[in-house]
Nanobody, 124 residues
């Protein structure tokens, strides 16, 4: 089991920045790949960014490429999402998720453990 707790959401103006953090506990954190998903009202949950257990491989959705950066610290059992140049369309609940495999994945079903979510609201 992996327990995940997100923090860092909030309200920000367009063009601003936020940093989301996810603290993990439970099984060995370094053996799991991590992802950040988001879900806006009326939309499906989508993968925003993912990172392999080693941190060597990352993935970004086209909509956030160049603006968001995912990073992890296996010594601290944390994974962060730095979000810059935020747009109103980035408004959503953001979820941290863990996959019991060292390789990152793109499908929601590959992630077995989920945080409670944190709201990000970007005003225009």
């Amino acid at each position: 089991q992996v327990q995940l707790v997100e923090s860092g959401g909030g309200l920000v103006q367009a063009g601003g920045s936020l940093r989301l953090s996810c603290a993990a506990s439970g099984r060995t954190f370094s053996s799991v790949a991590m992802g950040w998903f988001r879900q806006a009202p009326g939309n499906e949950r989508e993968l925003v960014a993912a990172v392999s257990w080693s941190g060597a491989n990352t993935y970004y959705a086209d909509s956030v490429k160049g603006r968001f950066t995912i990073s992890r610290d296996n010594a601290k059992n944390t994974v962060d999402l730095q979000m810059n140049s935020l747009k109103p369309e980035d408004t959503a609940v953001y979820y941290c998720a863990a996959r019991p495999n060292s390789n990152l994945a793109f499908d929601l079903s590959a992630y077995h453990y989920w945080g409670q979510g944190t709201q990000v609201t970007v005003s225009s």
